[in-house]
């Protein structure tokens, strides 16, 4: 996908929106930084927080925590969440930057990670969706936050969803 694809004209504030949230975040580390410290009132909040207008337009959000695939160490970030059925569901958009977020990149290498909902620590396996789970997903996905379609034409790549399914431990 390149520039081209991007919608344009009236009505196109969603687009307006992701351009903007894509030239304010180009700092990467301010950013990291940023979710980071926002993963940290969400978790203090012990579930008194469910929802960002910040960082997901109003979507309910989670804490997920995975460990780096080089490091090993653990890492939180907060991600906007869909339910379906019994799992939850979150995309790598990463505000239409070209690459998918480090978060993503943990729970391809290591699948195991913890989410902090609603003040509950859950363990979840994390797997990408494919074919078409991943279309419907996307398509349900875009029903609750329409914008997320500008930030995938600004990327210029297709943005993976993942599911993920709570383990018993």
């Known amino acids: 996908m390149s520039q081209e694809n991007v919608p344009e004209g009236p009505g196109c504030a969603q687009t307006a929106l992701a351009r903007s949230a894509r030239v304010l975040t180009r700092p990467r580390p301010l950013v ?5 410290a926002h993963a940290w009132v969400l ?9 960002s ?12 925590t995975t460990t780096g695939r080089r490091s090993g160490q653990r890492h939180s ?15 790598a958009a990463n505000l239409g930057h070209e690459r998918p977020p480090a ?11 913890e989410v902090e909902l609603e003040g509950r ?7 990408r969706a494919k074919g078409h789970e991943a279309a419907e997903l996307w398509r349900r996905w875009l029903e ?9 034409a600004i990327a210029g790549r297709e943005i993976p969803v993942v599911v993920l399914e709570p383990t018993r431990p």
């Open 32 to 36: 990291t930084r940023f979710t980071r």
């Open 43 to 51: 978790r203090r909040s012990r579930g008194r927080i469910q929802r």
């Open 53 to 64: 207008t910040v960082l997901a337009g109003g979507m309910p959000v989670l804490s997920i």
């Open 77 to 91: 970030t907060v991600v906007a969440y869909m339910r379906d059925e019994h799992r939850l569901v979150v995309t």
């Open 103 to 113: 978060w993503f990149l943990n729970l391809m290498a290591l699948p195991n990670a």
């Open 121 to 127: 620590r859950l363990p979840v396996t994390a797997r």
């Open 144 to 152: 609750l936050l329409p914008a997320a379609d500008a930030f995938r």
